[in-house]
């Protein structure tokens, strides 16, 4: 359980660097040529390249190393070849992060300014839907991926990530208060599971829930 984090009290009880690889490749080039070559990529507060992973509807998938600052609509249109079709949302950070719809992404890709648009930059991915995507499919998978990488220690995410699926797979035809509970359990793993996939194991459903409140109706097949 946190706290103490690691940077304070990790292995042996001692101050621990908890690096991952894109931190390891980058302190070659700081020792190399220094901490102001490396800020100079970028913009204060997001300093140095970062990687990101584009994934679904564009013309040019892959992996890109990019200086944050520039906005995501740039980004898309001049660096990964456009949208293919018509922009439904995009997911930023991955299976844990949040929707951002057409008219949203003029917003610079910066960790600041991601995360005053209430979106995030989280792993680095960032998943692009067209109109043709089924969202609902989405989130289906989204729930199954949680429900599966959950150790099970903790009780809010070993039963909110099921109880998730649950409510999830009958989205086509949703009972009353579905998207209350979808919430309810959302907050619950959030706020009490012990580590950061339950943190995070219902962040997209409940932003799904915000930007597309359609989803979550029962188009006249509610049951109760």
């Not at 931190?23 to 990529?41: E, H, K, M, Q, V």
């Not at 249109?77 to 949208?83: E, W």
């Not at 043709?132 to 990530?161: I, V, W």
């Amino acid at each position: 359980m946190k706290p103490p984090y690691p940077t304070t009290f990790g292995l042996f009880g001692l101050p621990t660097a908890a690096n991952n690889v894109e931190t390891i490749c980058a302190a070659p080039l700081i020792i190399n040529r220094g901490a102001d070559w490396f800020r100079s990529i970028g913009v204060e507060g997001s300093a140095g390249p970062k990687l990101v992973s584009v994934s679904g509807h564009v013309g040019r998938p892959g992996v890109y190393e990019i200086a944050p600052g520039m906005t995501l609509r740039h980004f898309l249109d001049q660096v990964c070849g456009g949208v293919i079709g018509e922009l439904l949302a995009v997911l930023m950070g991955g299976a844990a992060g949040t929707f951002l719809l057409p008219d949203e992404i003029d917003v610079k890709l910066t960790f600041e300014d991601l995360r005053a648009a209430g979106s995030t930059f989280g792993s680095g991915a960032i998943m692009v839907f067209n109109q043709t995507a089924d969202l609902r499919d989405l989130l289906k998978r989204l729930g199954r991926f949680f429900q599966h990488e959950s150790c099970g220690k903790c009780f809010p995410c070993q039963l909110g990530t099921q109880r998730q699926v649950e409510i999830l797979e009958r989205l086509d035809a949703p009972h009353k208060d579905d998207r209350e509970r979808l919430l309810d359990v959302g907050m619950t793993m959030t706020e009490a599971s012990l580590c950061g996939l339950g943190h995070t194991a219902g962040i997209a459903v409940m932003s799904a829930i915000e930007k597309f409140p359609q989803l979550f109706e029962s188009n006249g097949k509610h049951h109760d």
